[in-house]
């Protein structure tokens, strides 16, 4: 595939939309290099001009041209930059967009199987690297071509032979360069690796520490990173013989291709077949053309570390979302919330063991069902499938009588009110956390959906209230804080279906009671799931199914199943205890 | 310390610089020659212009070919000599650069070695890593292309202003009148992209923070169906970083032109000047074209200026970064001189005890208990009764807060750490392998036990069998934290790996999660094998560990509240009653 090989073509499309743009920057390189070009002329000029005869006014008509020759130049350079840059910096933008569009589309299977800061530095490291191709990259290759096309012109127009040995040298400089290129791209490469044998090395050192230092065993973890640490040395140190020859060996040609000059040139002034003027006008040529030539080595170095990094990025926006909607999906007119699950077995991609067993639960619109279980018997995994944020097999879920597959994604979410099990809350102020689902939801509504989860008294005690900020730049929020910052945050989205996996378990359980009184009010007319390995929070439940294993083993109401005298019963016999338990004070 | 705090960092710093040129220490040697390749590669090629002067002069105006070929032949000699040095120089100063590099990483790594636990509770390990890898990489360019070639650019200035006072005096004069307008011009963009510098990188921090908790949070973000107004955040955060990186694109666009303008009017002065003198009579034509080329040699260690501001800013993060690090000193060091080097009985005895993570939430209280040589305690309680800590305290992982802790009679922060360490054999529940071979991971880097060592140990708590059935047996690699194994035969794994280490004290912490019947029996012997005539301690989660130990102690709110054996405490209908119906009835197939 073109593409594989290729990365960089993904980027057409989006310098497409800064066509006009483009062109225009195009066009000031041009005027930049032509203007370049205007004042070893005028050089050219004044040496020939420098005879007694000549009219010395001349002379600060020429010292005026050089400076006006080069406001027009840095006027040209000025906008060639701005644009050129500017359009880097604009994709650049485009890019990170997408890119975050895409990421938020992935299903949490994908986003789990790679650490944040992978796809982080993609977003950053990896994306800053195709930027410097989009900006430095495309403007200093325009620069140098359309610099050397003219030039050229300039320079065989002035005296073809004295121009066909001074780019002998020139040549080499670019044979050089590509040679070079390639050994520089794999030594380039064999430092990466080991750059992250060595991050790797440290990751799990860093991550396993604890054990590292129960064994004592501080001293050979020093000489295993030092033996990675040396290697990566010696790595670079292969590289930077590679650079060091390079560089100067380009100083160097060019410097010959001068000398060339002086000494091929020279003898053709003395010889009458050039002027003086002619020949210092021609060294000035070949000292413009100094940087841009040596600049090619560089070019080529960002455009190799581009298209790597271009590849990187492509492997997130080139993986399709696993969870979107399908061809016809259509939400069913009238919102009951009405639930069921129909023999649905389940398994995640990388296990082999199905995680839910032939489960069949039906939940009548305004119901509350409440599902109990160990640890690991698969009551997360149940909820995480209605939102589809795993995709449960064809024809096992449904919704308002409709497979949840055949919803079109964000319809069926805003119909679900979830309180996940591991709380997440953004860093940014109580109140934008509590009106993360809704739009415009007012201050009342906001203070309301506090108060049912028991949190508004809590907001009220910090010193900035609703506006307080959390996380990072703010105040920690204790764990039951976050949890019922986040039942506020389920219930002001009023959904037909609400959702708590394990929501109330940081909560004491006096709190617990206030909540599930509150809510009581808030689950009157939706469709409730409740999941808990607290007896207390499910007691009150329609139906209370108990999955073992990731299939359900008793179901039935509080009594029945203590009544039934399983699982259930043997789990409010634990529950009892444990209560007992934690009133007893140490003595 | 927040990340916007992080990047309001100052632009340069004397204390910092002063602190990083440190490092080049013990290559100064190598430095040193490094400058003088510097100086002398300069040095010939300020000669240059001067060649073409008596080119010009001397051969081309009158005629002589033969002094022309000379003049080219010394040209071209300099050119091979700068070549020359400047390739010895390149290379001198980046095997110096990469040397401090790995200098610097070795002591940051080792740093972090010393550190304690509570250390890694408050820093995330992404957090750490960053400074072992992207931030020592930032400095690399400081030292190679930045602190060295300042040596390179004054030299070129000084040499190239003494060649032209040399060449015309005068003249050179009127150049430096316009060295004001080029620091004017070069200090007011300093300025101006010091301030943009810090807008993007401030931007860019807060990229970071949004991408960061929206890959993290995504559940959330897509189970309330908010992609769109997270985008539509996402992109004005993006926005204000693109238009940073605008108004630094501004600046850097103008400083550029402009100092092409100065360069321009100190040729418009020499072209003026320089011209009437040559139509005097006072000037060569040579010198006039010589003069020309230094300016133009003079303006370009300027114009390079911008590109190591941003390089020196880059380097001062970072540095910043790394020195806080080296600078938080490890809490929990072993003493100066330890009253003793060795566990010989392994005799423990926590006398008064108290401690906690978070000021004013204790997790143990008050708790005294004495484990004679070579006796079995267990230690049962609910979640969060501390018995964890007890471990932790143990070993060092964190120093006790009231009380004191004494193995053989001796308190532990007198004992060196490594050899106390070394003496206490621990087993998490979590039990952590690193990547590398299952030999490796028993072994764990310690060179006195060998590979019979080693095979005996895992035959002894019977994880042999299964390691030999591995593709490659004892060199089989493990994936990641072991992904290859079961839970179950990770904990063999973890067995033998503390019996080869045979430590006087083994501490326990038993893995909850259920394994099937067979490797329960297997573990349940492996474990009888490993605590014979040892002192150990066991956080028991299997009712046969707790039936067998010759004490239990019962930990409650962070107090020990009652010790005996099973059958004395099950009598007494206390705390461990209660404890015992709820986590190891179930588990007595006769009960």
Redesign the interface.
């Known amino acids: 595939m073109a593409r594989s090989r290729y990365p960089l073509l993904v980027l057409g499309p989006y310098l497409g939309r800064y066509r006009r743009r483009l062109l225009v920057g195009a066009l000031m390189v041009l005027l930049t290099v032509v203007a370049g070009m205007l004042?070893p002329w005028v050089?050219k000029y004044?040496?020939d001009g420098?005879r007694?005869s000549?009219d010395?006014g001349r002379?600060?008509t020429?010292?005026?041209l050089?400076?006006a020759?080069?406001?027009v130049?840095?006027?040209f350079?000025?906008?060639?930059?701005?644009i050129l840059?500017?359009v880097s910096?604009?994709v650049?933008?485009d890019l990170?967009?997408d890119f975050?569009?895409h990421?938020?589309?992935?299903s949490?299977s994908f986003?789990h199987s790679r650490s944040?800061?992978d796809?982080?530095s993609r977003?950053?490291n990896d994306l800053g690297a195709v930027r410097m191709v989009l900006g430095p990259g495309i403007m200093y290759s325009m620069h140098t071509v359309m610099l050397l096309v003219i030039s050229t012109a300039i320079l065989v127009n002035l005296n073809w032979r004295l121009t066909l040995l001074a780019y002998v040298p020139l040549a080499l400089v670019s044979i050089s360069v590509r040679q070079f290129g390639r050994r520089i791209h794999d030594r380039f490469e064999e430092i990466q690796e080991q750059?992250s044998a060595?991050?790797?090395r440290?990751?799990?050192?860093?991550?396993?520490?604890?054990?590292?230092?129960?064994?004592?065993?501080?001293e050979?973890?020093?000489?295993?990173?030092?033996l990675l640490?040396?290697d990566?040395?010696r790595r670079?140190?292969s590289l930077?013989?590679l650079?060091?020859?390079l560089?100067?060996?380009m100083?160097?040609l060019i410097?010959?291709s001068?000398?060339a000059v002086?000494?091929l040139g020279?003898?053709h002034?003395?010889h009458g077949r050039l002027t003086?003027g002619e020949?210092?006008a021609f060294?000035g040529y070949l000292?413009l053309l100094a940087w841009p030539t040596i600049a090619i080595g560089r070019v080529i170095n960002i455009f190799e570390r581009g298209s790597a990094s271009m590849r990187r990025i492509l492997e997130i926006l080139e993986t399709p979302p696993g969870i979107r909607d399908l061809e016809g999906a259509a939400e069913p007119p009238g919102a009951s919330g009405a639930l069921e699950i129909r023999n649905l077995t389940f398994s995640y991609p990388a296990s082999p063991r199905p995680a839910l067993r032939d489960v069949s639960i039906s939940v009548p619109a305004g119901m509350t069902l409440a599902i109990v279980g160990r640890t690991g018997s698969g009551k997360s995994t149940l909820v995480n499938l209605i939102?589809r944020?795993y995709d449960p097999p064809p024809g096992t879920v449904f919704v308002d009588g409709r497979d949840v597959r055949a919803w079109p994604?964000?319809a069926l979410?805003?119909r679900?009110?979830?309180v996940?099990q591991e709380t997440?809350l953004?860093?940014d102020t109580v109140a934008e956390n509590i009106a993360?689902?809704t739009?415009g939801a007012g201050e009342e509504e906001i203070l309301a959906a506090a108060r049912v989860s028991q949190v508004a008294g809590d907001i009220e005690s910090f010193t900035r209230g609703m506006q307080t900020f959390v996380g990072?730049?703010g105040i920690t929020l204790s764990g039951g804080q976050k949890q019922r910052v986040a039942i506020s945050?389920a219930v002001l989205?009023s959904p037909a279906i609400l959702v708590f996996d394990d929501s109330l378990s940081s909560v004491d359980t006096y709190t617990e009671e206030r909540i599930l009184r509150e809510l009581a009010g808030v689950m009157k007319n939706r469709t409730t799931l409740l999941v808990s390995h607290r007896v207390s929070t499910v007691q009150r439940a329609d139906e209370i199914v108990v999955l073992e294993e990731g299939a359900v083993a008793e179901r039935g109401t509080h009594e029945e199943l203590l009544r039934l005298g399983g699982l259930y019963a043997e789990l409010y016999r634990?529950q009892l205890?444990?209560d007992?338990?934690?009133e007893?004070?140490?003595? | 310390m927040t990340q916007e705090e992080q990047v309001l960092g100052k632009a340069y710093d004397a204390k910092l610089m002063r602190r990083l040129l440190g490092y080049i220490g013990p290559y100064r040697r190598s430095a040193l020659a490094a400058v003088v390749c510097l100086i002398l590669g300069s040095g010939f090629s300020i000669v240059q212009p001067y060649l073409t002067k008596m080119a010009i002069d001397r051969s081309i105006q009158s005629g002589d070919v033969r002094s022309l070929t000379g003049i080219a032949a010394l040209y071209a000699a300099t050119i091979v000599l700068v070549f020359a040095l400047s390739f010895a120089q390149t290379l001198l100063i980046n095997l110096m650069g990469q040397k401090i590099m790995r200098d610097l990483r070795m002591e940051i790594f080792r740093h972090l070695q010393k550190l304690e636990s509570a250390f890694f509770d408050r820093n995330p390990v992404g957090r750490l890593m960053t400074r072992v890898t992207t931030d020592v990489d930032a400095l690399n360019e400081l030292f190679t292309s930045g602190v060295l070639s300042v040596f390179d650019d004054i030299f070129t200035l000084a040499g190239i202003l003494v060649f032209l006072f040399v060449l015309h005096y005068k003249l050179a004069l009127g150049i430096l009148c316009i060295l004001p307008l080029l620091l004017a011009v070069t200090l007011l963009f300093k300025i101006k992209v010091r301030d943009s510098y810090r807008r993007v990188r401030t931007a860019i921090a807060r990229i970071n923070t949004f991408l960061q908790e929206n890959i993290t949070g995504a559940a959330v973000v897509q189970v309330f169906g908010r992609e769109e107004k997270q985008y539509r955040r996402f992109t004005a955060v993006n926005r204000d970083h693109l238009d940073a990186n605008l108004q630094s694109i501004f600046y850097y666009a103008l400083f550029l032109p402009l100092l092409e303008v100065v360069g321009a009017l100190a040729v418009a002065l020499i072209v003026w000047y320089g011209g009437h003198q040559v139509l005097s009579g006072a000037l060569t034509l040579g010198t006039l074209v010589a003069f020309i080329q230094y300016s133009d040699r003079f303006f370009r260690p300027i114009s390079d200026l911008s590109e190591k501001y941003t390089i020196l800013q880059a380097a001062m993060a970072s540095s910043e970064r790394i020195f806080r690090l080296l600078d938080t000193p490890p809490a929990i060091v072993s003493p100066a001189r330890p009253a003793a080097r060795a566990v010989t009985r392994g005799k423990i005895e926590f006398r008064d005890v108290g401690f906690a993570y978070h000021p004013g939430e204790p997790v143990l209280r008050g708790v005294s208990f004495v484990v004679e040589p070579g006796e079995q305690v267990a230690v049962v309680g609910a979640t969060g009764a501390g018995k964890s800590t007890l471990v932790s305290l143990l070993n060092r992982s964190y120093d006790v807060g009231e009380g004191t802790l004494l193995v053989d009679d001796v308190d532990v922060r007198d004992h060196d750490l490594a050899a106390l360490r070394r003496s206490i054999g621990i087993v998490l529940q979590d039990v952590f392998l690193f990547s590398g071979s299952v030999m490796e991971n028993i072994r764990l880097g310690n060179r006195s036990i060998t590979g019979r060592d080693a095979v005996r140990a895992a035959r002894a708590v019977h994880a042999d069998p299964f390691i030999r059935r591995l593709d490659e047996g004892y060199d089989s690699r493990l994936g990641e934290r072991g992904a290859s194994l079961s839970v179950g035969q990770k904990q063999l794994l973890s067995f033998a790996r503390a019996l080869a280490y045979d430590p006087r004290i083994l501490v326990l912490d038993e893995a909850t999660s259920s394994i099937d019947t067979g490797t329960e029996l297997l573990i349940r012997d492996a474990l009888r094998t490993l605590m014979a005539g040892r002192t150990s301690i066991v956080i028991a989660h299997r009712l046969s560990t707790v039936q067998s130990a010759d004490r239990i102690l019962v930990l409650h709110h962070g107090r020990l509240c009652e010790t005996g054996t099973h059958q004395e405490l099950l009598q007494r209908r206390g705390i461990y009653w209660k404890l015992y119906q709820l986590q190891y009835r179930d588990q007595s197939p006769g009960a």
């Open positions: 004042s050089l004044v040496v420098l007694p000549v010395r002379l600060l020429y010292a005026g050089i400076v020759i080069s406001l130049e840095g006027f350079r000025f906008w060639m930059r701005r840059i500017g910096r604009q650049e933008y990170r967009n975050l569009a990421v938020q589309r992935m949490l986003l944040t800061g796809i982080m977003a950053t750059f060595m991050s790797t440290t990751q799990e050192n860093l991550a396993g520490i604890r054990v590292v230092k129960a064994f004592a065993r501080e050979s973890e020093i000489r295993s990173f030092e640490n040396r990566y040395v670079n140190v930077i013989r650079w060091g020859v560089y100067p060996l100083t160097a410097g010959l001068s000398v002086l000494w020279g003898r002034v003395i003086l020949f210092v060294m000292s939102p944020l994604l964000r979410r805003r679900i009110g979830c996940p997440f953004f860093s993360f689902g739009d990072e730049r945050r989205c634990k205890l444990e007992e338990l934690s007893l004070q140490g003595s």
